[in-house]
């Protein structure tokens, strides 16, 4: 009793625009995306995840699709932007499957919301780079089963990256229910540095501001100077 044991995850999705060489099923389709649950460090997690349910948007064919080895991911095409649900079911069948929910992102924050239709006109200028748009969740085991203790003791968590930014959000639960608390998105990490860099670049501005300011009084302090100094010698 009172045994507690925790295990980081990552789940959310890449997409990257279609290329000429790209094979899509509809001609409307813009991207290619994949929608994963993986380790911190892409490590397998099939000793603790039997299966991984991600259910898609109802226009897919088999949009719910099951994924029971490593790696846990589905690949696919499309245009839009959808929430997929995550269900994680666990290798002891005792412990009560989780469930997540995961909005798919194929424009960074602030790209234009008409680009994600593929007949907008403001599609050409959509961003050609990738996303990512992922969460760190930390799986908190409340008193495990004895079959769940001994997989989680026989394969420990690796380190966490130690350059790693984000706010890890806990997910807490036992046989009765879950607590999700905030997420931290590698979206809001990269806004919060673009934030940093826009508030550098404008101190930067300001202190040569000041520089060429105090370039000119010098100047003008000296012009006086010789003023003076020809004033004395003429007299």
């Known amino acids: 009793q009172g045994v507690v044991l925790e295990r980081a995850i990552i789940f959310g999705n890449s ?11 509809d001609p409307q389709h813009t991207h290619k995306w994949c929608v994963y649950v993986r380790g911190v460090h892409g490590e397998d997690l099939s000793y603790m995840i039997k299966k991984v349910q991600f ?6 064919v088999n949009p719910a699709r099951v994924i029971e080895k490593h790696p ?28 997540l929910y995961h909005m798919l992102t194929l424009f960074p924050p602030d790209g234009d919301p008409a680009a994600m239709h593929p007949q907008s006109p403001a599609l050409p200028s959509a961003p050609k780079k990738p996303v990512v748009a992922e969460v760190y969740e930390d799986i908190v085991f409340n008193e495990p089963t004895e079959l769940m203790y001994e997989v989680l003791m026989a394969n420990p968590q690796l380190p966490l990256p130690k350059k790693a930014n984000h706010q890890f959000s806990r997910l807490n639960f036992t046989s009765a229910h879950i607590i999700l608390n905030s997420h931290f998105t590698l979206f809001e990490a990269a806004q919060a540095e673009q934030d940093e860099l826009k508030k550098l670049v404008d101190t930067q501005a300001l202190v040569l501001k000041e520089i060429e300011a105090h370039k000119a009084m010098i100047a003008r302090l000296q012009q006086e100077l010789k003023e003076v100094e020809a004033a004395v010698k003429a007299s």
Do not use: C
């Not at 259910?55 to 897919?60: A, D, P, T």
């Open 15 to 25: 997409a990257a625009p279609l290329t000429k060489k790209d094979v899509a099923p």
């Open 55 to 60: 259910k898609l948007h109802e226009s897919f």
């Open 72 to 99: 846990f991911e589905v690949w696919e095409t499309g245009w839009g932007q959808f929430e997929i649900q995550i269900r994680i079911t666990f290798v002891d069948p005792n412990e009560k499957a989780i469930q």
